[in-house]
């Protein structure tokens, strides 16, 4: 069965500080594919990144970047220069590779201070 | 393009009371689905659909139903509403790639 593990419950920063978000999954596909999204306090879902198991690279957008590392099935996120406004509840998830049953892990608070 | 649209955006049942959570989408996408986030929680997915007629059961369907008539629509239906059942309710779809789109929630209080 797939899983996906966020070990970190809430984290808080000072705003400016660099914050890494963990996550580390379960699977016995070879291909699956690997999301990260963000919940603001109002509540909706935001789609942050997708990454398909067959592209190892790492990504970086503006301040957001991930790591993607299959030998330890982990694809962390990285805030640079937090601001208060990435406070949110931060999904990883997981779904097969035809895309069905997207599994999400428990989320982690981030609270970025002023 | 609106997207997904989740209706009602809020509820208050009573235990025992029945009702339907809507969810439309725009996009022509195939593949639909119900997702309830418990405080503190990760998504759980309740069912899902991969076109019009088909459904298929989640990890956590004990006490809904669906059905899939239309490609636009995939309504879910609550029984006999049970406190257990108070969550925020997301309705997804997908075209064929793995890349969902996320209504904005329904939050659901059974007292």
């Known amino acids: 069965a797939q899983k996906v593990t966020q070990a970190q419950t809430e984290i808080s920063v000072v705003e400016k500080e660099d914050v890494t978000l963990d996550c580390v999954y379960e699977?016995?596909?070879?291909?699956?594919?690997l999301f990260w999204y963000k919940q603001p306090p109002s509540g909706e879902l935001v789609f942050l990144i997708r990454?398909?198991?067959?592209?190892?690279q790492n990504e970086i957008s503006g301040r957001y970047s991930w790591n993607f590392q299959k030998s330890t099935s982990s694809f962390n996120f990285t805030i640079t220069a937090s601001q208060v406004v990435d406070s949110a509840v931060y999904f990883c998830?997981?779904?097969?590779?035809?895309?069905?049953?997207?599994?999400f892990g428990a989320g982690t608070i981030l609270r970025v201070k002023s | 393009n609106a997207g997904v649209t989740q209706t009602p955006k809020f509820r208050i049942l009573k235990i025992g009371q029945s009702m339907t959570l809507q969810c439309t989408q725009d996009?022509?996408?195939?593949?639909m689905y119900w997702y309830r986030q418990d405080p503190g929680m990760g998504l759980k997915l309740i069912y899902y659909?991969?076109?019009?007629?088909?459904?298929d059961k989640g990890e956590v369907p004990n006490g809904y139903n669906v059905s899939r008539s239309t490609t636009e629509d995939f309504p879910l239906r609550l029984e006999l509403a049970a406190p257990s059942q108070t969550s925020v309710y997301f309705c997804?779809?997908?075209?064929?790639?793995?890349?969902?789109?996320f209504g904005s929630g329904t939050r659901l209080t059974v007292v």
């Open positions: 990454r398909n198991s067959f592209d190892e």
């Open positions: 659909s991969v076109g019009a007629g088909i459904t």
């Open positions: 997804a779809s997908r075209a064929g790639s793995p890349g969902y789109t």
């Open positions: 998830a997981l779904s097969e590779a035809n895309g069905n049953k997207l599994v």
């Open positions: 699977t016995r596909d070879t291909t699956y594919y």
């Open positions: 996009m022509n996408h195939n593949y």
